[in-house]
């Protein structure tokens, strides 16, 4: 199985920036797709920005310009990179993943990281 350790969060000033980052533990699953999702105080998680192993990338509208995901496949690892950060954007970030079996392609696994908090607030 795989375990997902999300790092990089904190406090911030409304404008500024921070970059999480979440690695994915050695594991004969191959990771697929990776995503960040967020969680704010009395709102359902939602999803942040996603990217494939090759590279494709989606963000959500309130990320667009703002946010960049990113992923090092070497280190099984995925990145958001957030700037010009708001107060709404206050919650705590989970990284997700899609393993799948090296030996068995039809296998696939989803697995969320604990989270890490994000305060935007001055």
């Known amino acids: 199985q795989v375990q997902l350790v999300e790092s990089g969060g904190g406090l911030v000033q409304p404008g500024g920036s921070l970059t999480l980052s979440c690695a994915a533990s050695?594991?004969?699953?191959?990771?697929?797709?990776m995503a960040w999702y967020r969680q704010a105080p009395g709102k359902q998680r939602e999803l942040v920005a996603v990217i494939t192993r090759e590279g494709n990338t989606h963000l959500e509208d309130f990320a667009e310009g703002r946010f960049t995901i990113s992923r090092d496949n070497a280190k099984n690892t995925v990145y958001l990179q957030m700037s010009s950060l708001k107060p709404e954007d206050t919650a705590v970030y989970y990284c997700?993943?899609?393993?799948?079996?090296?030996?068995?392609?039809?296998?696939?696994?989803?697995?969320w990281g604990q989270g890490t908090q994000v305060t935007v607030s001055s």
């Open positions: 997700w993943a899609r393993g799948v079996s090296s030996t068995y392609t039809s296998r696939a696994i989803d697995y």
């Open positions: 050695r594991s004969r699953l191959t990771i697929h797709d």
